[in-house]
């Protein structure tokens, strides 16, 4: 068991339809042989889990993919009760469970290739989320690749960026301890259910990245591990993220899975150089010869990451413009501040005279901007916006 709870106060009545709804996907989620791909197959065809399950054996074979065997897996999940079980259990750790479709279901995965019908998830996603950055790496490192994840992963946590890996031995560990080093957020990607921690030396580890972030899976409650969900899981990995930084990863390593993922889903891949000689960044070396990102310092990846193709509006009234991804993190008062500083140079009595703040406040938010390369200082007082 995971040994935590975050109950979520809100989730403890669900109206009856669409509670029956939920148990219905879960029932489906259930079946084994039905993978992302089948179900929203068969959501397409059918128009709800409930009308999945309503479905005679003969319906369910008129769809893509569905053979005899699966359809009287389908049929026979309506006679048990694992997912009345499931979903108590569910309840009683706190954990949420995230539809596809739904409006706190991740927009990263929501566009990626076959996303999970249901997520189970300990903790929580908030907005700022959308701006994450994936480490991942080998399992079995060396001192060099656990020091440059860690290092990292500080330096883009407090710089507000998420922090995503799979909470596995070596690399995964040591970003997910950084982004907590550098007080930020991390989500751990997990290969197993959230009852089942994997490996099982990281259940406090799991626990404090759920309470600065959220534990993350597709996988029910007790799925113990198994080979071929790590390589599945990633591809969520770097769904969650805008770009996807390899640390020490061999020809073989399954870090390397993650990084064609993110290729096909558009996201940016860097690569953290090794030693030339060293077999375990040789994946690494591989993928810079291809022309990936290579990684000296933190500036590479913020670079990577920086502008956007345009400005987005932040608020419903358009009062505020978001140029860069790394905007998404500031608090209420470093955006505004932000927002009274355009492309043109801005006077620092400009600012406070327009923000209506005392000019302490001010001043000291211009310094974290500043720091953040959000804004640059210019001669005689004056500040502008940096252009990424």
């Not at 029956?20 to 709800?48: C, M, W």
């Not at 193709?309 to 998404?328: C, F, M, N, Q, W």
Request: charge should be negative.
């Amino acid at each position: 068991m995971l040994g935590m709870s975050l109950p979520d106060p809100s989730n403890a009545a669900v109206p009856a339809v669409e509670d029956a709804e939920l148990l219905s996907l879960l029932r489906l989620h259930l079946v084994n042989g039905i993978g992302p791909r089948h179900s929203q197959l068969l959501l397409d065809h059918f128009g709800s889990a409930e009308g999945v399950l309503a479905a005679s054996i003969a319906q369910l074979e008129e769809v893509s993919g569905i053979g005899t065997k699966i359809a009287l897996s389908i049929a026979a999940s309506k006679l048990g009760r694992d997912a009345e079980q499931e979903l108590d259990e569910v309840q009683k750790l706190g954990v949420k469970l995230l539809r596809r479709g739904a409006a706190d279901y991740p927009n990263g995965i929501e566009r990626i290739s076959d996303p999970p019908l249901l997520l189970y998830c300990q903790g929580d996603i908030v907005r700022q989320d959308e701006l994450a950055v994936a480490i991942v790496g080998s399992r079995r490192c060396t001192v060099y690749g656990k020091q440059q994840a860690e290092k990292f992963a500080t330096m883009l946590a407090r710089a507000g960026v998420t922090i995503i890996s799979g909470l596995a031995r070596g690399i995964d560990a040591a970003a997910h301890q950084g982004a907590l080093a550098g007080g930020g957020r991390t989500i751990a990607v997990m290969g197993t259910g959230l009852a089942e921690i994997y490996p099982p030396e990281h259940r406090e580890l799991a626990a404090q990245v759920a309470a600065h972030g959220a534990l993350l899976t597709e996988f029910k409650l007790h799925q113990t591990p198994h080979a071929g969900h790590f390589p599945q899981r990633n591809r969520i990995i770097s769904g969650l993220s805008v770009a996807v930084v390899v640390i020490e990863a061999g020809r073989s390593s399954g870090a390397l899975h993650t990084a064609r993922h993110a290729m096909e889903q558009g996201r940016e891949v860097l690569a953290v150089p090794g030693r030339i000689d060293s077999l375990a960044s040789e994946g690494c070396h591989d993928l810079i010869r291809d022309g990936v990102t290579l990684v000296r310092h933190v500036d590479d990846i913020l670079a990577a990451i920086g502008p956007l193709t345009k400005p987005i509006s932040a608020a419903s009234d358009g009062s505020e413009t978001v140029h860069s991804l790394r905007e998404l993190s500031l608090n209420e008062i470093e955006r505004h501040i932000l927002n009274l500083i355009g492309a043109d140079p801005t006077l620092q009595d400009e600012i406070i005279s327009s923000s209506l703040l005392e000019p302490p406040q001010v001043i000291a938010t211009l310094t974290v901007l500043e720091m953040k390369r959000l804004i640059r200082r210019q001669p005689g007082g004056f500040f502008i916006r940096s252009p990424w």
